[in-house]
């Protein structure tokens, strides 16, 4: 953080911000910055041929406050506020940082509206540019000494001859931009375009290259023959070989690295960029390192200029080195190239120590990391002394905070004596005191040579809290989207503007397994599902999950209703295929509360899968559902010190199963349940005589069906999730922008009447599941054709209101008990106007007048009852409102109203003026008297439609 102590003055803030980019950029060209939140651009140094540095700043609360970057040194990022922030209260301050935040908000935004925009405008550029290997050799790719490749276009633009290398992203190799380079050899990436990446050769078994520039990259795969992959520039590589690890998982990465030798940081610090940064992604990926070794070493970097120096023979030499020092490492054979994480580096032969993976002075301590341990020499020590081992492999990889950055540790890489890697996280506060607890979790993780020699852990110390290290990570305590990415336990899918790593060590460790290709889980899971409503249903609610959280919806639970031995754990099973072993990520019922809230955390913007409802009573499901998994929020706690700890939040989609409901469990047990409670814990019983299955004819076809599902979904899983998250980061601004419109239309086609705003709100659940389904279908996840989930989902839904009703929850109980009352009542309780007889009433609840009875000879041709409002309240209102009872009770016709519109009758004396006026001897006959009056006539007619 750079901060200026000066006065309150706009002048002065916006002085000490320009002094603190020349501060951040000695070399850079600014004079002035505009300070009303958008960006100012500026020459890094007087060797860019373009603004490559830039400030963004804004005002709040009287503070300036900026972000100021580099595109060239993307690595350093700069925050600024003005002297006046110290100044400020505490809520001031609050406020400033929420505007600092929201400030990158809208700047992501904007870089990501530009690079859409971008994107569509690529084809068209591209389409009228002709093959490059059609037009006359480019003067670039003449002294270059090269020819161009497939996919290079060219042509004349604004006057001059330009190449234009096509830049793609993700597994599918999407265009998203372009790079130009014109008869100079000046290199520009599309205004706004998404940096990428450029593929020479096809795709095969063998090792694969990847490159910085397009020239090294020719130079490479003519040399080798092996595909190669342009990144662009060194920042971009990191990223390029994460989506290549994942779509090619065994396959060698061999990244060939620009030795920039000469470079230097903003600041004048030496930095070979090009080594360190291809050090750092092998480090975190696994593969090799090759390095370009020349004759002569003045201005040459890559190894398109040791082609040019040497020729193509040697660049293959240089790289077959490299490769097969790695092969025949011990630490590192071929077989674990691939892991990620390994943590196993080897260079080519310009490093003198192919063992050696990076190395720092401390102090008088020059640290080095090599594949067989951490290393130390004293350079205080007369003499050449050799290294001395402190330990067993570790490596910083960066440091470590949470999102309020709090919570500072440091990201460390070890090995066992197995020579398997493990990631820790040691927090800062692990190196109070006297050290023992980072000790422990070195121990314990398998490092060695340290725990018993004091100078060892001496200096083992220094290295871990001293270590110098541009790379940040964040550590987030939950699973699910964060910033763009999707965070799982043991790694993150997308690639977000720094690292992201799970951190809480109060959560279950809960990894997504996988076992076979993505085809094979379609073939033999998913395709088999197509037709029976109620596998489709499940699978799409696993689909759907994830798009929870940009759907805007509520968390909900689907609830498969049915016997025994129907298929319902099952299709529970083939739902959790989608993301993991079934076996592994399936969980019970049978749990306390906080065991709850740590499943349902662990299960965020994801499919929680419950068996065994049975297992449960209904007090704890009730208590589970309400204040647990449906509102997604978890109980408040206090700390140790007394102070309330961070609540737990979550987003889930509930897949349950049982043989019951929890209407039926909660009126069992005497309870009862709330309709906010119903909506969201939905009953779909099953399909019919099989089960869940209406594809087939017979119970044997049901069983073999079902055991082949088993068997295939313990052979393929896992693959279907990581896919469907991929496509959706891929595909996010596409699918957020139409997932509501989906979901309305989704809606509309499942339930179009708008008779009750529950089932409406419902039917919106159901419609999320069936946009997930035919998302997922579209994408290619599922095999099936489009509007299979949309089918299933109609099914599903009307097997639900089959038990459920279209009437509105809280009415149909009213209603439910009211004719329940006359039902056990209307005989004994109720004194019957027309017999001359008086006969004694236990109890009493009103009086009834039915038809072909005369009072004072007067014919009554209908049927009432006649309560007054104190019995109305006692025994008809359960708890409820009166007047809330009563207008349901006059909405379905139950209770007859007044001439003036009111729920309750003046029932007059002896004089009987209108059919609703009633003569008793009960009555005062002086006095007026309110009464309810009940139609028996439709209270009959409702108790017959059950």
Known sequence: MVSAKLPPSSADAVAALIDAVRRAFPECRIDSIKTDGGITRFKVDGRDAKESGWVSAG??????????????YSSEQFSFRSGDYDRLAPDEKKAVDSAIRSQAVRLGKERESRAREAQRKVPFILRKQKAAKDCPLHPYLERKGLTPCKGMMQGVHDGQNKLYIPQYWGKERELVSFQTINEKGEKRHMAGGRKGFFIIGDDDERPYCLAE?????????????????????????????????????????????????????????KSNKGIKTARMTVSRYGGVVAVPVFLEHEGRTDFDDMRQEQGLDAVKACIDQAVAAYQASPSSPAASAAMPSSGNVSAGSACSDVDLVEEQQIGNL?????????????????????????SSFVQVLGLIRDVNSMGWGRVVSVKDADDKAHRLIIPASAFAGNGDEWRKMLLDAGVTGFAHNTQNRKQLSQYLQSYRTDKRVRSVDRVGWFGGAYVKADCTIGQPEEEVIFRNDEAEYQPWLSAGTLQDWIDNVSLPCAGNSRLVFSLSVAFAAPLLEMSGQENCCFHLLGGSSQGKSSALKIASSVYSAPDKYMRSWRATDNGLEAVASMHNDGLLALDEFSMIDAKAILRGIGYILINGIGKTRATKGGAGREVKKWRVMVLSSGEESLASKAEKEGMRINAGEEVRFLSIESAGQFGMLETVSSSEEAGALIKRLNEAIRRYHGTAGSSLIQKVIENRPDIEAGLKDWIEGFRRLIY?????????????????????GEIATKYGLTGWQAGEALEAG??????????????????????DHVASVFVRHGSARFEDLATDKSRPIIERIGWKLFSDAGVDGLSVQERYYYVRPQQFRAEFCNGMPVRQVADVLAKYDFIVKDEQGRNSVLVAGRSVKAKIQILSPSFNPKKAVRCYVFDADVIDAYGSDD
């Not at 179009?752 to 997930?772: E, N, T």
Request: aromatic share 10%; with cysteine.
């Open 213 to 269: 520039g397009v020239a090294t990259a020719l130079s490479v795969h003519l040399a080798t023959g092996l595909q190669c992959f342009c990144a662009f520039d060194a920042d971009n590589v990191p990223k390029v070989a994460g989506l290549l690890r994942s779509t090619f998982p065994d396959r060698l990465l061999v990244v060939c690295a620009d030795d920039d030798y000469l470079l230097k940081d903003s600041r004048g610090r």
């Open 794 to 815: 109609k099914k599903c839904f009307a097997a639900f209101l089959a038990s459920f009703g279209e009437m509105n929850r809280e009415e149909k109980r009213i209603l």
């Open 59 to 72: 005002w709040s609360h009287g503070v300036l406050f900026a972000t100021i970057g580099s595109w060239k």
């Open 752 to 772: 179009p009447s708008d008779k009750s705003a529950q089932i409406r709100r419902v039917a919106y659940s159901f419609a999320l599941v069936v946009a997930g």
């Open 366 to 390: 020059c640290f080095r990391l090599k594949r067989g341990g951490l290393f130390c020499k004293d350079l205080t020590q007369e003499g050449d002394a050799p290294d001395t081992q402190i």
